[in-house]
């Protein structure tokens, strides 16, 4: 059963842009908070960016400034804006669906997610 769905990736030169977006079925896309991780192979998955409720958001400190994370909450859908892209910023990128609030660095961390989509891949060439 097909729950959350990413799209928008690809291939794309350094300082380019792209914008993810990930698609929820009902009863998955969380009020509580949505987040976007990324995955290299053989690196543990890491927090990019997250919004809670009150459209409170959260960034890792590699994206800052250059990734804004936004919602459509009446079309459960869930954005990644992706702006001056770097090669380092190339990894398959999942969004998840938290159960509960998340506070502090909380949402940076996998465990606290139940739902997670299939991944979208972004490759960032130099």
């Known amino acids: 059963q097909v729950q959350l769905v990413e799209s928008g990736g690809g291939s794309v030169q350094a300082g380019g842009s792209l914008r993810l977006s990930c698609a929820a079925s009902r009863y998955i896309y969380s009020t509580y908070c949505m987040g976007w991780f990324r995955q290299v192979p053989g690196k543990e998955r890491e927090g990019v960016a997250a919004i809670a409720i009150y459209g409170r958001t959260a960034y890792a400190d590699s994206v800052k400034g250059r990734f804004t994370i936004s919602q459509d909450k009446a079309k459960r859908t869930l954005y990644l804006q992706m702006n001056s892209l770097k090669p380092e910023d190339t990894a398959m990128y999942y969004c998840?669906?938290?159960?509960?609030?998340?506070?502090?660095?909380?949402?940076?961390?996998?465990?606290?997610?139940?739902?997670w989509g299939q991944g979208t891949q972004v490759t960032v060439s130099s």
């Open positions: 998840a669906s938290a159960p509960y609030p998340l506070y502090g660095e909380d949402w940076r961390r996998p465990q606290n997610y139940n739902y």
